[in-house]
């Protein structure tokens, strides 16, 4: 499955719940590409008040709603990178929800269906929004408590949670 998801992450923890989405791109698809049919990026005052903001990866288009990591060389300035290493968190929490939202539905994961028409599309598409519809409304009726986040440690060990920040020094922006 190939989403763009943006999360309502509010305080940490975060509440896993998923506030927009897009789907239906190829796996080909840039995920700034991908991002520009989700409501954050077309009617940003529909998710966003204030000073809210979406974080981003590098690669997607700057404005008054979206920050990015930074990209070498501005990378290198012990003040970016302080700034990147905090936002790179809210990676891990999106990695978390995703590990919550395919663990919950094993199916999803590949989403192992022929699409051979418009129509078998179209019903993956709808497969994707009700697992995201049921999983919002499990954290809804059952909440993310602490054992739900132990689990999502042991599926996701420290080695994988330094991975996702980028500390390693592999992305770009970091």
């Known amino acids: 499955?190939?989403?763009?998801?943006?999360?309502?992450?509010?305080?940490?923890?975060?509440?896993?719940?998923?506030?927009?989405y897009s789907h239906g791109h190829t796996g080909s698809a840039h995920d700034a590409s991908a991002?520009?049919?989700?409501a954050a990026f077309l009617h940003p005052n529909w998710l966003f008040e204030g000073k809210e903001?979406?974080?981003?990866?590098?690669?997607?288009t700057l404005d008054s709603r979206t920050i990015a990591v930074h990209k070498k060389p501005a990378s290198?300035?012990?003040?970016?990178?302080?700034?990147?290493?905090?936002?790179?968190?809210?990676?891990?929490?999106?990695?978390?929800?995703?590990g919550a939202f395919k663990g919950c539905f094993q199916c999803?994961?590949?989403?192992?269906?022929?699409?051979?028409?418009?129509?078998?599309?179209?019903?993956?598409?709808?497969?994707?929004?009700?697992?995201?519809?049921?999983h919002n409304l499990?954290?809804?009726?059952?909440?993310?408590?602490?054992d739900a986040?132990?689990?999502l440690q042991l599926e996701h060990p420290n080695a994988a949670e330094l991975?996702?920040?980028?500390?390693?020094?592999e992305d770009e922006g970091l």
């Open 76 to 98: 290198l300035l012990p003040e970016n990178i302080i700034f990147d290493n905090m936002v790179s968190h809210l990676h891990i929490h999106s990695e978390h929800c995703m």
């Open 108 to 134: 999803l994961r590949g989403l192992q269906v022929n699409i051979d028409t418009a129509e078998d599309h179209i019903e993956a598409c709808r497969w994707m929004t009700v697992a995201i519809i049921l």
């Open 1 to 20: 499955m190939d989403a763009d998801l943006l999360l309502q992450i509010g305080n940490a923890p975060s509440t896993l719940r998923i506030v927009d």
């Open 53 to 60: 903001f979406a974080w981003t990866d590098s690669a997607y």
């Open 138 to 146: 499990v954290i809804d009726v059952e909440g993310i408590g602490a």
């Open 149 to 151: 986040l132990a689990n």
């Open 35 to 38: 991002f520009e049919s989700t």
């Open 163 to 169: 991975q996702d920040t980028g500390i390693h020094g």
